[in-house]
């Protein structure tokens, strides 16, 4: 016996040998660069930028979502979960050790005997195969992505958060200029009804005049019912039921925070959802040595040792000790595929990580420029329409004027302060879709500030 557990042992000390292939990370996914210094990004990402917005309110709101975002909570517990994972897989590197007792009562023709016992029993499989090392390799990577998965979450809600309320700022400055709008028809209105009752001007202009007082009084519901949808979302996001979301400043009064020309493209790797993509990759990868393994036998160590007695009071006093060591070996000869489609599967879930992951590559680069080309272009087309309106309250003074001196009909003034309402309303949506793209920039960076945001998630400041 003395010689088979030698030999174990020494098999076990000498073998260095683990199934499957080893991980190496995909390349040729990121291009190059872009045109900013990478130091210049990180000192931008390492900040809570939504600070830069210079709204107070705006910042409380992001702490109280930080602290209860139900999908946050869900996310920190779904990385317990794997950590529990984990914490299973790494005990099986060492000896399962149970305690056990049995009693017995044996009779035959009037005669009975009792026997009982008290005993631990430990089993070990030695992990010459590497199986349980890649399990354990599978559930790290786990815990990686779920964490990685949690920042992605953090990242989601600071950036929705801040996002939503700017739109919800944008929502109320809209509604400011219909309801201003609407005032003012409203008195041009009654003026004109004056007009027409003593013949100043036609029967058209006043119904046109009606018309455009009765479009900009529709306008005001609409907002209302949209600023209230609005503040259900925020609500929702800061893990609370609906209700009034305090203001800060106005929409106008917002600073976006400071964006780099470009970025470099070796910051996507930052990202939390890049992250967790390759950890899910790793995990899939070393589920392939857990399939393979099992071609090869498992050798396992057994042992008991305890005590025996046929009278119970004396069991642990004076009963007979008795140990036994042994050792076992099991492997598949013939199971008609059974592992090899376990391998084929692994190898598919390996495969489908990969794609996941480089696509996930692919969709973050999209993003990011996306939001680039959005700021930039926003922000001309924002110039744009400002100088538009700038035209348009002239062309409206202008055409005032001359309806007042007679020498013009009403109809281009009406023409002129129905172009500048809707633009006046489009003007606004620009500037928080602009605004938006600030956000935007810095949730595709997926810099440090995650962790930032993670510490006032915990109730840190």
């Known amino acids: 016996m003395r010689n088979l557990l030698f030999c174990l042992m020494a098999l076990l000390l000498t073998s260095c040998f683990t199934v499957g292939p080893e991980y190496v990370r995909p390349g040729g996914d990121i291009p190059e660069k872009w045109n900013v210094e990478y130091e210049a990004v990180i000192d931008l990402a390492n900040v809570q930028w939504w600070q830069q917005f ?18 946050l909570r869900l996310a920190a517990a779904r990385v317990d979960q794997y950590l529990g994972v984990l914490e299973t897989s790494r005990s099986r590197y060492f000896p399962q050790i149970e305690a056990g007792g049995s009693g017995r009562r044996d009779g035959t023709a009037g005669q009975s005997a009792e026997r009982y016992q008290a005993a631990f029993n430990s089993s070990w499989e030695l992990d010459l195969w590497g199986r349980i ?38 929502l109320d400055q809209q509604l400011e200029i219909a309801r201003e709008t609407e005032a003012s028809y409203a008195e041009g209105l009654d003026l004109f009804r004056i007009r027409f009752h003593h013949g100043a001007i036609s029967q058209l202009e006043l119904s046109q005049l009606e018309s455009q007082y009765e479009s900009a009084r529709q306008a005001v519901p609409r907002y209302e019912s949209l600023i209230r949808q609005q503040e ?9 039921p609906p209700g009034t979301i305090p203001r800060g400043k106005a929409l106008d009064q917002l600073t976006g925070p400071g964006i ?31 399939a393979r393994a099992e071609y090869f036998p498992r050798i396992s160590l057994t042992g008991a040792l305890g005590t025996a007695s046929p009278d119970l009071g004396t069991l642990l006093h004076s009963g007979t000790g008795f140990w036994s060591v042994a050792g076992a070996a099991t492997g598949p000869i013939v199971n008609f595929g059974a592992i090899s489609g376990q391998v084929k599967q692994a190898e598919a879930l390996q495969q489908q990580a990969l794609f996941h992951y480089q696509q996930t590559v692919l969709s973050s680069f999209k993003e990011v420029e996306d939001v680039l080309i959005q700021m930039v272009k926003g922000r001309e087309e924002l110039d744009a329409r400002q100088r538009q309106i700038l035209a348009l309250e002239e062309y409206a ?65």
């Open 232 to 240: 259900n979302l925020l609500s929702l996001l800061l893990g609370r």
């Open 397 to 461: 003074l202008l055409a005032r004027l001359q309806f007042d001196a007679g020498s013009s009909s009403y109809l281009p003034v009406l023409d002129a302060e129905r172009a500048l309402f809707a633009n006046k309303l489009a003007r606004a949506q620009l500037r928080y879709t602009q605004l938006g793209a600030h956000v935007a920039v810095y949730k595709a960076m997926g810099g440090g500030w995650i962790t930032e945001a993670g510490q006032l998630e915990r109730g840190k400041e």
């Open 260 to 290: 780099p020309a470009g970025l470099p493209s070796r910051l996507l790797t930052r990202r939390p959802d890049i992250i967790q993509a390759e950890q899910e990759l790793v995990a899939a990868n070393a589920g392939i040595g857990v």
């Open 133 to 170: 090392r890649r399990s354990s390799e599978a559930a790290r990577a786990r815990i990686a992505g779920s964490e990685a998965g949690r920042r992605a979450v953090v990242m989601t809600v600071v950036s929705s958060v801040a996002s939503n309320y700017i739109v919800l700022r944008g």
């Open 54 to 71: 210079g709204d107070p309110v705006l910042d409380e709101l992001i702490i109280t979502a930080m602290r209860g975002n139900l999908d």
